[in-house]
């Protein structure tokens, strides 16, 4: 429950139950194993992508300052927003898919805040010992010993979080080039702010602030029920099983068949990175990392009851009076329906965007400051400025050509070269008759073809200025 933010005269505010510092305990078994694959996978992704070159560059970098976002061989302009931003439903989606079938199964195994409070956790229990020794040590005097184990957790974590700084702004700018500027005064002020204020963060969220995020700082924790339904999976402790619960020699004296399957023993509340007691139901603190089961399958093999206690299972399952009831299955439930359609429905937006797109984009400005003029031939001309993107690493010749009434046509050349990965600005004069019939603005187009494949062209609509009444004829 959350306390109140009301406060009485002279106390202080409490925006969040204070638990003390959480020393978990070490567990093993297959949600163990799963979580740490789940951290080597996505560290070696993190910290190993930003190195990886293809060609003369960075196979992934959002490069902010040249307004491109590279990965691999495909290069995305701001132009390709759209694509970006179904690229973000499609991620938002897969994470609604799988809050529906699993609840928070995201925090537990992949979140970087768990994936980091784990490594931070792993590196503590490496320099301080085992949750009894860390515990005795942070409640032991100050001394020389203290002193150096918690100055080289310290120095391990701020090393980590710096790491990781540079790591994720190499993603933004390169980063042998980063790298080779971290001597002090070489780098820049908005480089050198980011990496400090990511290692910084790194260090507070993984070392300090841990679980506290989880539970009182995500939102996804908040909002993560509304994607569910009776049938989500979640990590659930089965009272049926386990009630009444008690001693292990009670049960002895007793038998099983007088008392529940808990033996009350903790360990499922010792082993939670959230501290918290999944034998007192559902609660948003829960990330579902699963190492209550983890915990409590070995106390049940140990006293040779089924494993399962503790479990993936849903609302519907355990309120269900035959035990087990079946689970029903995900596609056919409305809510699973709803989010798989949208997330084939965005993905397949995304691959014919993806197969669709034009590496080429134009953009026509007219000349504002000379509307029209008149040629010595009598031929009307307009002034236009032409944006040309080349969004392919090669360098590519075009040929440009405009259509419309008026018998309008190019006044210059109409071939011209764009280096790799540019933008060509081009200053471009159209003529047109000037015919008695037509006046004022005229709907022209532009087109710019790729020579080399005339298939790739770009078309971008723009307007012809005629005299609203012919010169030297009267109104
Ligand atoms: S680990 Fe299992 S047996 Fe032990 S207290 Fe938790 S639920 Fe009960
Ligand atoms: S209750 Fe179990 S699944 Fe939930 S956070 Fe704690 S250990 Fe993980």
Redesign the pocket.
């Known amino acids: 429950m959350q306390p109140p933010l009301k406060q009485a005269h002279g106390a202080r505010i409490e925006f969040y139950n204070k638990t003390g510092k959480i020393h978990p305990r070490t567990t093993s078994g297959r949600f163990n194993t799963l979580r740490w694959s789940m951290v080597w996978l996505t560290q070696i992704v993190f910290y190993g992508l930003c190195w990886l070159p293809w060609g003369d560059r960075q196979a992934v970098l959002f490069d902010i300052a040249e307004r491109k976002f590279y990965l691999f061989g495909l290069v995305l302009w701001p132009q390709d927003a759209m694509l970006l931003a179904v690229m973000l439903i499609v991620a938002a989606t897969g994470l609604f898919f799988a809050t529906a079938l699993a609840g928070r199964v995201f925090c537990g195994f992949a979140c970087p805040q768990t994936v980091y409070t784990a490594v931070f956790r792993w590196v503590e229990a490496k320099v301080e010992g085992d949750h009894l020794a860390r515990m005795r040590l942070d409640q032991s005097a100050p001394g020389m010993r203290k002193f150096a184990l918690k100055a080289t957790k310290h120095a391990i974590w701020l090393t980590i979080a710096l790491w990781t700084s540079i790591t994720f702004v190499g993603y933004f700018t390169p980063i042998r080039e980063l790298l080779a500027r971290m001597l002090p005064g070489e780098l820049g002020p908005w480089e050198a702010f980011w990496v400090f204020f990511y290692a910084a963060f790194t260090y507070l969220l993984a070392g300090f602030a841990r679980e506290m995020v989880c539970m009182h700082m995500c939102p996804y924790s908040r909002f993560q029920g509304v994607m569910g339904d009776p049938d989500t999976r979640n990590v659930s402790?089965d009272t049926r099983r386990?009630e009444p619960?008690g001693a292990l020699s009670r049960r002895q004296a007793k038998g099983a068949a007088a008392q529940g399957?808990?033996?009350?023993?903790?360990?499922?509340?010792q082993v939670c990175p959230t501290g918290i007691d999944i034998?007192q139901g559902l609660q948003y603190a829960c990330i579902n990392c699963g190492l209550?089961i983890d915990?409590?399958d070995e106390?049940?093999t140990r006293i040779k009851a089924p494993t399962g206690?503790?479990r993936f299972a849903s609302e519907r399952e355990l309120a269900a009076s035959a035990a087990p009831a079946r689970p029903r299955p995900a596609l056919l439930r409305p809510r699973v329906q709803v989010y798989l359609a949208t997330l084939v429905a965005f993905s397949a937006a995304g691959v014919v965007m993806l197969a669709e797109r034009t590496p080429l984009a134009v953009d026509v400005l007219r000349d504002r400051h000379a509307l029209l003029r008149i040629d010595d031939d009598g031929r009307i001309e307009n002034d236009y400025l032409l944006k040309v993107a080349n969004m392919l690493e090669q360098p590519r010749r075009f040929r440009l050509q405009v259509a419309g009434p008026a018998d309008v046509r190019l006044a210059g050349r109409d071939v011209f070269e764009a280096s790799a990965g540019s933008i060509t600005t081009l200053s471009v004069s159209v003529s047109g008759v000037a015919d008695p019939s037509l006046r004022g603005s005229q709907p022209i187009h532009f087109t710019v073809e790729d020579l080399d494949t005339p298939t790739t062209r770009a078309v971008e609509k723009s307007s012809f200025l005629l005299p609203m009444g012919l010169p030297g004829a009267g109104s």
């Open positions: 402790y386990g619960r399957d808990c033996i009350d023993c903790g360990l499922c509340v034998r209550c915990a409590c106390v049940m206690l503790i």
